[in-house]
């Protein structure tokens, strides 16, 4: 039904886009915030239309979807609100003094849009990590042009939102070429998107293959080019022993819902449980296992994430050192995702690294440790996350700083005693970590400042006041708060 974005067509996507970028860059902050409201109001016009072409494409329940839906118009307007504030700019003047031997410079810094970003839509998040989320508006706040890559799995969705997008852009009488809209299946689509020479940044979310073979084809190019790439991450949650003692059931409660919210299906899934093997994490173990077994199987986003949900299960619970714990007991039909729990030691995980595999679904392996010190060597043999959990008591912590910090070492977001699955949509959110879960792990995709991703600092030395940028005009027209001789500030020079 969609066909396939030729070369021909992605080379004239990105020679519109690169006309538009000197346009749209010099578009005041308000202007982009304009912008980005538009499209929000765009998205809800369209209705009930979207959701039954997502839930159709998605297999995702009407609730879950008006849910995003409402997000990803909050991420439109409150990243507006952002760019309009420009905070994020990191605007710095340091005055002249020309009395200094040498004399010292008049030097000033902001951030400058990095041009045309080129956004591949999400499978789990048709709104809200897609055509019309995050990555397109933190770009479209920086005051870059936006290509994107339809998700294959949500093909119609995403000619909707793009539709919306495309009505607010000439609403706003932005310029032609600031968003396109393409479709493709083939790695050779996203490669030649990847590698064309205007093409200046880009924003993934999906599997740790898929995105590290962008980064990939992003470093062999002639001119190396950032690529913004959440990936993979098993979310690693360490049950503590004091805070066992008096919790393990609730625990389990709590947990077993997180595990199989969504089906599974959440970058935040919580996938490995690591504990003290005693008679309070059994206590635990055999709650959850009670809780899985009386878990519906639910349809999956589509048959691909099932079909490898379906091979991964298999071959962890194949594993020689994996045993079951408890199978979801309802008869599942083809496509849904069957909820399971298994468990290994602490030395067969630290043995094994294909024990630290995401299993994208609705699983997680319990990792029982002999004492805390093997807790402490499996959290140094994980590899980089998007979030870590300790599930706590006070006295826990201030018996295992050196587990604390090796768990710091691993994740960009530590969470005590609750659930990494749930993204709140705020300044403080990281959502990002080191290597493999994220490219980089200095940025993150939710919350404003993930529109520092697509811009790069320049500095202004000995310019006339008249010539500046508003932003970093003495008499500061915007209204910028800006670090002036060291000093944070809003009033002009």
């Known amino acids: 039904m969609y066909k396939e974005a030729t070369i021909q067509e992605i080379d004239n996507a990105l020679q519109q886009a690169w006309k538009a970028f000197h346009v749209y860059r010099n578009c005041s902050l308000k202007q982009r915030a304009e912008l980005m409201r538009a499209i929000a109001n765009e998205i809800e016009a369209l209705g009930d239309e979207l959701l039954i072409t997502a839930g159709r494409e998605t297999n995702l329940p009407e609730a879950r979807l008006r849910n995003e839906r409402a997000r990803t118009m909050f991420q439109l307007t409150s990243y507006a609100e952002a760019c309009e504030k420009g905070d994020w700019l990191e605007a710095r003047i340091d005055t002249a003094i020309p009395d200094k031997n040498p004399p010292k410079p008049d030097i000033r810094k902001m951030l400058v849009p990095l041009g045309p970003v080129v956004v591949f839509g999400a499978a789990n998040f048709p709104f809200a990590y ?28 995403s000619e909707l939102m793009a539709g919306a997008i495309l009505k607010a852009v000439a609403e706003c009488n932005m310029p032609d070429g600031i968003f396109t809209h393409l479709h493709g299946v083939s790695f050779e689509v996203g490669k030649a998107l990847l590698e064309h020479p205007y093409t200046r940044a880009v924003g993934f979310t999906g599997s740790y293959i898929g995105g590290k073979q962008l980064f990939d084809w992003a470093n062999q190019r002639k001119e190396p080019i950032p690529v913004f790439a959440e990936m993979s991450s098993i979310n690693p949650v360490f049950l503590l022993p004091e805070k066992m003692k008096t919790a393990a059931a609730d625990m389990a409660k709590l947990y077993a819902g997180s595990i199989t919210l969504g089906v599974g299906q959440f970058c935040t899934n919580p996938g490995l449980l690591i504990g003290i093997d005693n008679a309070d994490l059994k206590k635990f173990i055999e709650t959850l296992g009670e809780e899985i077994k009386k878990t519906l199987p639910a349809p999956m986003l589509h048959t691909g994430v099932y079909k490898n949900y379906t091979e991964k299960r298999k071959t962890s619970l194949a594993h020689p050192e994996v045993d079951t714990v408890a199978v979801a ?20 995980f630290i043995n094994n690294p294909v024990l630290h595999q ?33 599930m706590a008591a006070d006295d826990d912590i201030k018996n295992n700083e050196e ?17 990494p699955t749930g993204v709140e949509v705020c300044l403080s959110m990281q959502h990002g970590g080191p290597f493999p879960s994220t490219t980089d792990s200095r940025f993150g995709s939710v919350g404003a400042d993930a529109i520092k991703r697509f811009a790069r600092p320049v500095a202004f030395q000995n310019w006339p006041d008249s010539l500046l940028p508003d932003e970093l005009k003495n008499e500061n027209p915007l209204r910028l708060w800006r670090t002036v001789n060291n000093e944070l500030v809003k009033a002009p020079l």
């Open 130 to 157: 897609s055509t019309a989320g995050g990555d397109t508006a933190s770009a479209f706040a920086a005051g870059c042009p936006v290509i994107v890559k339809a998700h294959p799995a949500h093909p119609g969705t």
């Open 329 to 348: 007991e309802a008869v599942a039909a083809e496509g849904k995702g069957i909820a399971t729990i298994a468990t290994a030691t602490g030395a067969a």
């Open 358 to 390: 995401e299993v994208f679904g609705p699983f997680s392996l319990i990792i029982r440790c002999k004492d805390k010190n093997e807790m402490l060597e499996v959290a140094k043999h994980m590899e980089g996350q998007l979030t870590a959990t300790l």
């Open 403 to 419: 587990l604390v910090e090796a768990v710091k070492n691993i994740c960009g977001r530590i969470i005590l005693n609750g659930v």
